[in-house]
């Protein structure tokens, strides 16, 4: 079984969609190791501030079958402009790593923005921060020590989740 860790973002109705897309997760893979939600602003454009984490499941399928069934998810939870790269989602959902696998399709594995967005590699680190990241043979938790904190600024929330 693979290791794949998801990015898990909203801006638009936050508290709601973030259980939404972890229950998505959850009905499909099972049980999962979510990371602690944090916010922060957005990126790229102005808008509402994101609640955003990382969640990691094991499972059997492929890059491009876990890519298609978060598309769905998104789709379904209300995301229907796919086009805009920064812009407010109701939900966002990507796969950061599979493994240690290094591809360019049909997804970008690992995802160039690990390194690059606090909101991001600081869930990302505090779940997985042992690991090495597969092209910067870096572990996580050391990319995120030399981030440089003043370009993103994340803040972690008090987030209750609903027992089932």
Same mark, same amino acid.
């Given at each position: 079984?693979? $290791?794949?860790?998801? @990015?898990?973002?909203?801006?638009?109705?936050?508290?709601?969609?973030?259980?939404?897309?972890?229950?998505?997760?959850?009905?499909?893979?099972?049980?999962?190791?979510?990371? @602690?939600?944090?916010?922060?602003?957005?990126?790229?454009?102005?808008?509402?501030?994101?609640?955003?984490?990382?969640?990691?499941?094991? %499972?059997?399928? %492929?890059?491009?079958?876990?890519?298609?069934?978060?598309?769905?998810?998104? $789709?379904?939870?209300?995301?229907? !402009?796919?086009?805009?790269?920064? @812009?407010?989602? $109701?939900?966002? #959902? !990507?796969?950061?790593?599979? +493994?240690?696998?290094?591809? +360019?399709?049909?997804?970008?594995?690992?995802?160039?923005?690990?390194?690059?967005?606090?909101?991001?590699?600081?869930?990302?680190?505090?779940?997985?921060?042992? #690991?090495?990241?597969?092209?910067?043979?870096?572990?996580?938790?050391? #990319?995120?020590?030399?981030?440089? $904190?003043?370009?993103?600024?994340?803040?972690?929330?008090?987030? %209750?989740?609903? %027992?089932?």
């Amino acid at each position: 079984m693979a $290791k794949v860790y998801i @990015s898990i973002g909203s801006n638009i109705d936050r508290e709601r969609q973030i259980i939404a897309g972890v229950d998505s997760l959850k009905a499909k893979f099972g049980e999962i190791e979510l990371s @602690s939600v944090y916010e922060c602003e957005p990126v790229g454009f102005v808008g509402d501030y994101f609640y955003n984490l990382v969640a990691m499941v094991n %499972t059997n399928a %492929t890059p491009a079958e876990i890519g298609q069934f978060l598309k769905d998810v998104e $789709k379904d939870l209300g995301r229907v !402009d796919f086009t805009k790269k920064f @812009s407010a989602r $109701k939900m966002d #959902l !990507d796969i950061l790593l599979y +493994d240690d696998l290094v591809i +360019d399709y049909p997804v970008q594995l690992p995802r160039d923005e690990i390194p690059k967005n606090a909101y991001v590699l600081q869930p990302l680190a505090e779940i997985a921060g042992e #690991l090495l990241h597969p092209i910067l043979k870096q572990s996580y938790a050391a #990319l995120w020590q030399q981030y440089n $904190k003043s370009t993103q600024i994340l803040r972690k929330v008090p987030f %209750t989740w609903p %027992t089932n």
